[in-house]
């Protein structure tokens, strides 16, 4: 797994915070300043709002609003921008694996919501990420029992694919990959999805449907297009390769071409 690999440090710091505060989707938000003083700097930058957070509740405010569930970056819930870039400054991790280390003494540090326009803010730094359960619901899955697997020796899979599908489905989910894009694409997250299925024989009876429901939800409510920028893969925790995107791509071409022969197969038939 990946970390932050910034040695650790003796030496506390103190920060001073821009923080996005927004009272709900339809409310008008701004940057507000928060001082963070004497941060032990091995603490996580999610421990740090935690304690920003206590001092808030102890003087009566408003606490900040920020998701996280798992801390360890395997859940994808935390979503915040640090400084411009999802998840923050280091390659590779998420925001909850990030550490008050990375930061100088005396930093100034802006943390914002994701922007992008399926993702509403729900409060401060929190989003509605639901759009993404949608897209996997109209195809990431397999129709296969799954209570009772077999043995793994009875279908063997070239290493090569098997290896790729482990790759694919390291995404988290978290849609740093959205944020990232000037088009708020959702193609990483959706060729992840559709790639983890695609290279198994498992995936291969809704091997067609899956990529053309998953990508017409994913137009359908709202993401953009990719051209081709990869801020996408590079902002991404789990380091989720583009080229996941061009393997979408061939395979939604080619389900696109056996769907359209499969009707002229029909009309002939009706016809006759
Ligand atoms: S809180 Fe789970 S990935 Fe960050």
């Known amino acids: 797994m990946a970390a932050d690999t910034t040695p650790t440090s003796s030496k506390n710091i103190s920060v001073t915070l821009q923080i996005w505060r927004q009272a709900a989707a339809d409310q008008p938000g701004k940057f507000v300043e928060y001082k963070a003083t004497n941060c032990n700097p091995n603490m996580s930058f999610l421990e740090m709002l935690d304690v920003v957070n206590d001092d808030l509740e102890r003087r009566g405010e408003d606490p900040i609003a920020f998701a996280h569930d798992c801390r360890e970056g395997i859940c994808g819930t935390c979503s915040l921008v640090i400084d411009g870039k999802p998840h923050g400054p280091h390659e590779g991790i998420a925001s909850c694996q990030t550490y008050m280390r990375s930061f100088e003494d005396g930093a100034v540090i802006t943390v914002e919501p994701y922007r992008a326009k399926p993702f509403p803010v729900i409060k401060d730094l929190i989003t509605d990420r639901s759009a993404f359960d949608k897209i996997q619901q109209a195809g990431g899955f397999i129709s296969i029992r799954t209570g009772a697997a077999q043995d793994a020796n009875a279908l063997p899979i070239p290493k090569q694919d098997a290896d790729l599908a482990m790759d694919a489905a390291a995404c988290i989910g978290c849609g740093a990959c959205v944020a990232a894009c000037k088009n ?78 499969k009707d002229k197969a029909a009309g002939a038939d009706g016809g006759a």
């Open 184 to 261: 708020a694409s959702a193609m990483l997250f959706v060729s992840a999805k559709v790639s983890q299925f695609a290279l198994l024989p498992q995936g291969q009876p809704e091997r067609d449907t899956r990529v053309l429901n998953m990508v017409a939800k994913m137009d359908e409510l709202g993401f953009g297009n990719c051209t081709n920028q990869y801020e996408c893969s590079a902002a991404c925790p789990k380091l989720i390769s583009h080229d996941f995107i061009g393997r979408m791509n061939r395979d939604y071409i080619a389900a696109t071409f056996r769907a359209a022969c």
